[in-house]
């Protein structure tokens, strides 16, 4: 949120700036300044049409568009600088040369790879083919509806580790008895020989870094790296671009991801708004190799370890341990590739589904191509729901979730605000059959911005503990009429001026 109100604040003054400057032109340069407008203009449209032409997503190029068209100059030469830096971006191009060199290591099986052609699984084979994250057939998958029931079983598995454990997380709170329980059994594993690392958001976790930066980590013998620090703001052009994955891997054997953070609020240990409605997933099998593979790929970029990746890979042999079990396929993105993949795969299920979609998401901050695929499903007797929360943790970001509603529910879509509090889960379920946990929120920082990260399941045992979860919570909320989603005159011009802005929030 606090980029958030840092961003508004930038494009406020950039305005009151651009009106200044245009005082001065007019006083100083009387009718020239007619001929100075015109010159002006023309790099403006120049400039816009540029994007647009080249843009791979209007969406994500939306805030530079915005940017801009309000002031025109000091927007297009901040532009121009940024697209260069970009461009030319050690960084950028070593994480893109780390994560294409990550999925070299995941390996297709040829037996899933022709059920996938059989059955004309779509999602699945974008996955395996487009993206590159493989699908896997034997894995036992644990759905769990609140962050409290899968921290004790984050701790078992913590306690049982032999070789290695990685966490990568945005928020960890350094004073939170979350943190300290797993800190703990971290400095206990260290001593047995375990290979610990931990890799936190520069600034998700921005007090993290002053109460336990990488080198008091590291003196706990805790390899500890900070994605994208904030101090590094002068020298980054990708302050924009945050670590947002949740995961946690135990040998290469065991995954944990989901919504959650670690962080007292998010098992409600601490309830700062109402219930925490938060999930988790456990992955045990050959999938959760994927997610180490993830891992390794943006430790590699910060670290000057170079490990092979077949140092990590597990000896267990998973199609002996475990019965099949539909197909798993964990997945993350990158806001550096052209594929978005947490977008797509929203859409294609959207797109896709025959009875039903249900959803939880905490912020609903959508382009057009998402409204219309919500709204199509509708139209065509899907029943579609979006469960949201009654109790925000963010009021302005709230206000522009509520902007959708009115359009939304014309097109037969139901909205549920969850009484009980807080909804922070990313789930998506379709048709019993195809379902999507993980880190991605229905906004356009998590769809375009931030490194995120899921698990796509198709025909698993676990949907229907997640349909479960997601009826009981509609159960529990408050069905959104269109009457209260009417905005008054007042209320509906405030939600326009929000939703000016919403590619920036």
């Not at 994007?51 to 939306?62: E, F, P, V």
């Amino acid at each position: 949120m606090l980029m958030t109100i840092i961003r508004i604040a930038l494009v406020a003054f950039g305005v009151i700036a651009q009106l200044f400057v245009w005082l001065w032109l007019l006083l100083f340069l009387g009718n020239e300044f007619i001929i100075f407008e015109l010159v002006y203009m023309l790099i403006e449209v120049a400039l816009v049409l540029a994007i647009i032409k080249n843009t791979h997503s209007i969406s994500k190029d939306l805030p530079w568009l915005i940017v801009i068209l309000i002031f025109p100059v000091a927007g297009a030469l901040f532009y121009l600088i940024v697209r260069a830096s970009l461009n030319r971006s050690p960084l950028i191009k070593k994480i893109d040369k780390s994560i294409n060199e990550s999925k070299k290591h995941l390996r297709e099986n040829p037996a899933v790879v022709q059920q996938i052609k059989d059955q004309h699984l779509g999602d699945l084979y974008y996955l395996t083919k487009i993206v590159g994250f493989p699908a896997y057939q034997k894995n036992k998958i644990s759905y769990y509806s609140l962050g409290d029931y899968v921290f004790p079983e984050m701790l078992k598995a913590l306690k049982k580790a032999k070789k290695y454990i990685f966490i990568e997380y945005y928020i960890i709170g350094p004073d939170s008895t979350m943190w300290q329980e797993i800190l703990a059994i971290l400095e206990a594993k260290v001593k047995d020989g375990v290979d610990v690392r931990v890799m936190y958001d520069g600034w998700g976790s921005i007090s993290m870094e002053h109460k336990y930066p990488p080198s008091r980590l590291r003196a706990k013998g805790i390899k500890c790296i900070t994605f994208n620090k904030v101090s590094n703001i002068l020298g980054s052009l990708v302050l924009n671009n945050r670590d947002h994955r949740k995961m946690m891997i135990i040998d290469g054997e065991i995954a944990f991801s989901g919504g959650i953070n670690l962080d007292d609020n998010y098992i409600n240990r601490s309830r700062p708004h109402g219930e925490w409605k938060d999930n988790g997933i456990k992955i045990e099998g050959k999938a959760a190799w994927s997610f180490t593979a993830q891992f390794l790929a943006l430790w590699h970029v910060y670290s000057d370890e170079k490990e092979g990746y077949v140092n990590f890979q597990p000896n267990t042999d998973f199609a002996a341990t475990f019965k099949p079990n539909g197909l798993t396929a964990p997945y993350s993105t990158s806001p550096f590739e052209k594929e978005y993949v947490g977008e797509n795969i929203y859409l294609n299920i959207i797109n896709s589904a025959k009875e039903y979609v249900y959803m939880y998401t905490p912020y609903l901050i959508l382009d057009e191509s998402m409204i219309i695929a919500l709204e199509l499903a509708a139209k065509r007797g899907v029943d579609v729901r979006i469960i949201v929360p009654n109790d925000p943790d963010w009021k302005i970001i709230f206000d522009v979730t509520c902007s959708y509603f009115e359009r939304l529910i014309k097109s037969d879509v139901k909205i549920y605000r969850y009484l009980p509090g807080f909804i922070h889960s990313k789930v998506f379920i379709s048709d019993d059959t195809i379902a999507t946990v993980g880190s991605i929120n229905m906004d356009y920082r998590s769809l375009y911005h931030h490194f995120e990260c899921g698990v796509y399941l198709y025909k698993v045992s676990a949907l229907g503990d997640i349909k479960k979860d997601l009826l009981e919570a509609c159960n529990k909320s408050h069905s959104v009429s269109l009457k209260e989603a009417t905005p008054t005159l007042p209320r509906s011009i405030y939600q326009a001026i929000l939703r000016f802005f919403a590619p920036m929030l």
